[in-house]
């Protein structure tokens, strides 16, 4: 029951949250079965609401990341969930994203071989998850490239996805880089949208941050709430440990 612990909350705050949003979130093209060097972001055509982070869910190891994953997608990407949201709220998905040293694919978009390389990998993953999914035990282990997970690093640093999942080397990397600079800007931007708006930090295995790693972790949480203009005592973050 410990990640229903969390992902209750963001939901909830997720459904109460799209009450207010318009347009819709369409799939996007399916641009990787094209040949060439052209790079189509995930969710371009989506109107009616800002992209942003809305919780960050933090873990100690990537094993436990990619256990959550099949877990979200249950929870967020099932048949049933995109059934509801296309009657309720106008086709919008609540966005998903692991973002790790593992995510698809690092350096820059304007590499042609970058573009190759992540390309040939959407390639497999959609073939693989044809192949699954009518299979419901198999279906979650595999992400669907037509529904609420992220693609790719470059389709979450372009519009960061409600819920991103990693670890604090990779967050440490992020505040660091350019590259994820857009995500924690629009993420400022939908805080100041509305004080209504609240930003989640989900801490797991919070008994293991003690001594040297626990003061680093704790700074690190302290920088993360400095570049979205938050305080600890902010009534616009929420911690969930």
């Known amino acids: 029951g410990k990640t229903e612990a969390f992902l209750l909350p963001l939901l909830s705050a997720l459904v109460e949250e799209s009450r207010n949003w318009t347009g819709s979130s ?7 079965e094209q040949d060439g060097d052209d790079f189509e972001e995930q969710r371009t055509s989506e109107v009616g609401r800002l992209p942003a982070m809305r919780a960050l869910v933090m873990y100690p190891m990537n094993a436990l990341v990619e ?17 509801w949201l296309d009657g309720n709220r106008g ?22 071989w970058k573009v ?17 999914v009518g299979d419901l035990d198999r279906r979650y282990y ?59 930090v989900v801490v797991d295995e919070l008994h293991m941050y003690r001594g040297t790693a626990g003061t680093e972790v704790a700074y690190l949480l302290r920088r993360l709430l400095n570049e979205l203009g938050l ?8 911690f969930i440990a």
């Open 67 to 83: 256990d959550q994953l099949v877990r979200l997608r249950k929870a967020m990407d099932s048949p049933a969930a995109r059934a």
């Open 116 to 132: 190759t390389e992540l390309r040939e990998l959407l390639r497999d993953n959609a073939a693989r998850a044809a192949r699954v």
């Open 91 to 112: 086709g919008h998905r609540f966005f998903f994203g692991r973002y790790t040293g593992r995510s698809p694919v690092p350096g820059s978009k304007d590499n042609p």
């Open 26 to 32: 369409p799939p996007g093209s399916n641009w990787w």
């Open 142 to 200: 595999l992400p669907m490239l037509d529904g609420a997970e992220m693609r790719s690093r470059w389709d979450m640093q372009e519009h960061p996805p409600d819920i991103l999942i990693s670890n604090y080397s990779m967050l440490n990397i992020m505040l660091m880089r350019q590259l994820e600079r857009p995500m924690f800007e629009k993420t400022r931007k939908w805080l100041k949208e509305s004080e209504a708006n609240v930003f989640h």
């Open 231 to 238: 305080t600890p005592d902010s009534t616009q973050v929420r």
